[in-house]
């Protein structure tokens, strides 16, 4: 084998001309504006944030200590962390506006394994989060079904657990309470006398298949969708911040960050995951009108919009309710229930099954796209990039992606799949600011709509202050973390094993 030249193919940069002739090229409709593209970041960004995440970030779990009060730090922090890393964004994105937001910047600048790898990186970015909130979203669902006790059929109120929840979650339930397993699962008989327990969260299966089917339907009618859902996402947010500003106890905001440093740079971790909201954005790239303008608009004005939300509806919220009896799974319609207003708190419930959808709705674009531009490229069948004929959406793309969250949210745990989500955008923010830097000396008179100020400073930043969230988690010998690194290996196996070869065969039907 030469290996000399194995090393060149690996090194291979596609160059920022050709990545944005594809895009030219692309049967993608450019439908989306500024306005669009703010709603799909406030979709993604604030719904996990506000209403699932920031409780754990408080009070913390088996991984981790919580920040307390203290989490509006920790959430600064993550802010800090971001706002580098969206600079960056936003300068890459204007000049190379295409679809497949970091896996294409990695292509243009540090050649064909790299971005392979950072393609694998955001699968584990978009899909494995997106488990994540369809787990989130049938808790809020079986809430808000229980206020109808009295005009639903009580098996629909009362679905069994093993129709709500995964399997790992089943054991979790049943041994958190002393049951029977075998009592609540059923379990399925093989040869062999081999018997396998069955769980299945069947309303996130069903909700992930409905905006499946309307993501196929066309990418400007699932914005409209998101833009209401949005719209009831404020509403809910702005209300709980001025209601609850009312009730708030600053003795609840004692001891500040109980868990001192500790405790605040885990939260700063937890919450990052909501902060994937800005790299959406830039996976619709394609097909957005005028992406040299809007883009950059976006993306930081979802940042900055976004950070003054989390950081008002975190003091209200640690002002309500004590840092010991916070909710991790529905924390604001807790702190609603916890102050006797329950009216309200299913009013909560019904803007965070709104919210939720949303997320899912963006986050599944997300994946779609990426996976698109992946194929595009022939690290993936050619065959899975096919623009449907009337709707001119990548469907079968489409398909693949909520498959795939079918069927990992069969087995996948919530938490640890947020954790891994978490993994992925540090990684995916850092390759940014590399990129940024590297572009800067490679094509240093490409136009840019947008650049990042004091560069190469503000993109150094970017990539201390992930890597030094990253290795607060790593130090902590956390399981997400040795899953991560698992996932890592798999992605190179199948670069190995098909990608490769799947490039050369290309070059070669090129060169003939």
């Not at 940042?303 to 991790?328: E, H, R, S």
């Not at 087995?411 to 990129?435: K, P, Q």
């Amino acid at each position: 084998m030469n290996w000399k030249l194995v090393l060149n193919n690996l090194l291979k940069c596609k160059s920022p001309q050709t990545l944005i002739e594809d895009g030219t090229n692309s049967e993608l409709k450019k439908t989306l504006n500024v306005f669009d593209l703010i709603v799909i970041g406030i979709g993604a960004v604030v719904g996990t944030g506000i209403f699932t995440i920031i409780g754990s970030a408080i009070v913390g779990s088996q991984d981790g200590a919580g920040a307390g009060s203290a989490i509006v730090i920790s959430m600064v922090l993550a802010a800090i962390a971001s706002v580098f890393s969206a600079l960056s964004y936003s300068e890459i994105a204007s000049m190379i506006p295409v679809a497949g937001s970091a896996y294409t910047y990695t292509y243009a600048t540090m050649g064909e394994f790299m971005a392979w790898m950072v393609g694998w990186i955001l699968m584990l970015e978009y899909a494995i989060g997106n488990i994540t909130v369809a787990s989130a979203w049938t808790g809020y669902f079986v809430q808000l079904l229980k206020g109808f006790k009295h005009v639903l059929p009580a098996f629909i109120v009362n679905c069994p657990l093993w129709l709500r929840n995964d399997y790992r979650t089943m054991y979790e339930i049943c041994n958190k309470y002393g049951w029977d397993v075998h009592k609540k699962m059923p379990f399925i008989n093989l040869p062999f006398d081999i018997s396998i327990p069955f769980a299945v969260n069947l309303p996130a299966i069903i909700i992930v298949l409905i905006l499946t089917l309307l993501l196929i339907r066309g990418i400007k009618e699932s914005t409209k969708v998101a833009t209401i859902m949005v719209g009831v996402n404020m509403f809910i947010i702005m209300s709980f911040i001025i209601v609850g500003s009312f009730y708030v106890k600053p003795e609840n905001w004692t001891p500040f960050a109980p868990n001192g440093i500790e405790g605040i740079f885990t939260g700063a971790f937890v919450i990052f995951f909501a902060y994937i909201g800005f790299d959406a954005i830039s996976t619709a790239a394609e097909e957005t009108k005028n992406p040299q303008r809007d883009l950059p608009i976006a993306i930081m004005g979802t940042l900055v919009l976004c950070t003054i939300l989390y950081v008002c509806a975190a003091l209200v919220l640690t002002g309500v309710v004590p840092f010991n009896a916070i909710d991790t799974q529905a924390p604001l319609a807790h702190a609603m229930r916890f102050l006797g207003i329950h009216w309200y708190a299913g009013l909560i419930s019904i803007g965070a099954l709104c919210a939720l959808t949303s997320v899912l709705l963006i986050y599944q674009l997300g994946t779609t796209r990426i996976l698109f531009a992946m194929s595009r490229d022939r690290f993936l069948p050619s065959s899975w990039n096919a623009i449907h004929k009337k709707f001119k959406t990548p469907h079968i793309m489409t398909w693949l992606s909520g498959l795939v969250v079918i069927v990992c949210a069969l087995f996948m745990d919530l938490n640890l799949s947020a954790e891994l989500c978490n993994f992925g955008t540090f990684t995916s923010f850092i390759i940014i600011c590399i990129a940024v830097l590297i572009l800067r000396k490679t094509e240093p008179n490409r136009p840019r709509p947008f650049k990042v100020p004091f560069c190469p400073w503000f993109p150094i930043f970017g990539i201390v202050t992930c890597l030094g969230l990253m290795y607060c988690k790593f130090s902590a010998k956390a399981t997400s973390a040795l899953y991560f690194l698992i996932w890592l290996a798999i992605g190179g196996m199948i670069y190995a094993g098909y990608s490769y070869r799947s490039k050369r065969l290309e070059e070669k039907e090129i060169s003939d």
